[in-house]
């Protein structure tokens, strides 16, 4: 039976959200601030490659009301494809494999963005202060979306979309492959920490990572828990195509808004989990990680 609130309305649980932490533009306490006006119960933050933000989840919960699944969106990489991973109720400590991969990402992400930066700047006015004007936290690694919002800030596309789709795709010419862990070593990792792994927005149009059923199949061998079938850049038709793979494969079924604040349009509690599916992630975790109630 589905959770309730008290007023008697079914949970809304969004599994997916990004701060300054990584390339969102808010910060932990205000995402959870507008995921209480939004009228959300459950927020997991979900930044790439770090848990930077996660001691702030208790106040931020305190404060907003509004409970929080501790995750990370893990990057991992085969033959130029970007794939990745929510990694939701890890455990956080440095001493995991787990960290020491994101901890390698991080520092291969900002050689990365120099070399893409260099390139960009031979045919377009940008440069390494500009990018860095368009971080918002301290300790925030630099990566693409910030490359993006530079180029939007430059006048050269309109937003990140059009700076991906034109400019910082895996297959476009100024592209810069990066060290991350392939899928299954990413799986191996995330399940070593004691975590849910989900693989988020696989449908993806809009990515250039068209993602082969193949792969799709040795990420469930390799013991994934679940798909994001629920996200803004998966169409009607690509959500059927999911919905049908993770009920052929018995996948966790989930659902999230990949909100970044202004950096993208997408939009808190847009798209959504089943309160029997969070459920089950708490159940699944082995790390003593756990949700952070009000």
């Not at 890890?90 to 390698?104: F, I, K, N, R, Y």
Request: with cysteine; hydrophobic share 40%.
């Amino acid at each position: 039976m589905s959770e309730r609130t008290d007023s008697g309305a079914e949970q809304r649980i969004d599994l997916h959200a990004h701060t300054s932490c990584s390339d969102g533009t808010t910060s932990v306490a205000e995402l959870f601030a507008q995921a209480a006006a939004t009228g959300l119960d459950v927020l997991a933050l979900t930044d790439h490659d770090t848990v930077q933000g996660w001691p702030e989840l208790p106040d931020a919960v305190a404060a907003s009301g509004v409970a929080a699944v501790p995750g990370i969106e893990v990057s991992s990489e085969l033959q130029h494809r970007s794939v990745h991973l929510l990694a939701l109720l890890v455990d956080p400590s440095p001493e995991t494999a787990l960290a020491a991969e994101m901890g390698e990402a991080r520092s291969s992400r900002i050689e990365r963005a120099r070399r893409m930066v260099e390139l960009l700047g031979e045919d377009f006015s940008i440069t390494w202060d500009g990018v860095r004007e368009q971080v918002a936290g301290e300790e925030t690694v630099i990566g693409r979306p910030h490359i993006a919002d530079a180029l939007v800030a430059a006048g050269v596309v309109a937003d990140r979309s059009a700076a991906f789709g034109e400019l910082l795709r895996p297959s476009g010419p100024y592209y810069v492959p990066y060290y991350a862990p392939s899928p299954l070593e990413a799986l191996v990792a995330i399940r070593e920490a004691g975590g849910v792994s989900v693989i988020a927005h696989p449908g993806s149009v809009t990515r250039d990572d068209d993602l082969p059923l193949e792969l799709l199949e040795a990420m469930v061998e390799a013991g994934l828990d679940g798909v994001e079938v629920h996200h803004r850049e998966h169409g009607a038709e690509e959500r059927e195509r999911l919905l049908a793979f993770a009920r052929a494969h018995d996948l966790l079924i989930t659902g999230g808004s990949d909100f970044h604040g202004t950096g993208k349009p997408n939009v808190l509690g847009e798209n959504l989990t089943a309160p029997e599916v969070l459920a089950e992630i708490e159940r699944r975790a082995t790390s003593g990680t756990r949700v952070i109630r009000p």
